[in-house]
């Protein structure tokens, strides 16, 4: 299963459209989905080659030790993305399958900026979408996690994004329990914002599972659609109005 949506997608979408040259996914102002597998295209591919040429060079393993691991699930580690990380990025976020929904597919540079904007987030805020590997084997299935969506409201955007060969395993909601825990216990969340493509309903049974409720739509603009959006508010809060928007 993969998860998408999110500001850094914006950007690269504004590049690609005559707008601004980068792509940053430190914007605070984002918002991530939980994705599905999608069908392939018919006729011809013309990312197919390139998605395959990544799979072919790329590892499915990074440089891990379970010492790096700052947050663990039953089957997975989190760790924080450093530069030398590129070659998983490139696997993640280089993949169509992955960013279909959310603006791509992305090339090299899109992921480059991408994976200097995680960074970005992290040392700006504490947050990023954290690459996530099976403790078994430490292969790298992703990333999940967080970025701010309104500061001043203690409200974070939840995202995932999953690689293909990882759908379908109850990952998703795995790491997404682990980060809810994490963003209402050590970071002292208000509440966490979160959408997704209005064709996925994996992605709505996912976030229902997690115990987000819907709140309204928006338009995202690499898509042009309206995006079903949801809020989950911390525990004993009584918050029941939407998710505050864009200022």
Known sequence: MAASYDASARACHAARTGGPARCDAADPISRAVIGEPSSPAQG?????????????LLPVTGVTRSSDYFLKTARLGFRRWTIDDLPLALA????????????????????????????????????????LFLLEGDAHVGCAGLRPYRVHDQIYELGFHLRPAYWGRGLAA????????????????????????PEHGASRA??????????????????????????????GSGHRGPASRRP
């Open 44 to 56: 011809t591919d013309p990312v197919g080659g390139a998605r395959r040429a990544v799979e072919n």
């Open 92 to 131: 993640l976020w280089g993949d169509p399958d992955v960013t279909r929904y959310i603006g791509g597919p992305f090339s090299p540079k899109d992921v480059t900026e991408k994976l200097h904007g995680e960074i970005a987030s992290m040392e700006a805020h504490h947050v990023q979408y954290w690459p």
């Open 174 to 197: 795995e790491a997404g329990q682990a980060v809810i825990a994490f963003a209402f216990e050590r970071l002292g969340a208000e509440g966490l914002f979160a959408g997704h493509h």
């Open 206 to 235: 996912v976030l229902e599972r997690l115990g987000f409720r819907f709140t309204h739509e928006e338009v995202y603009p690499p898509t042009g659609l309206r995006h079903p959006s949801y809020l989950l508010m911390r525990p």
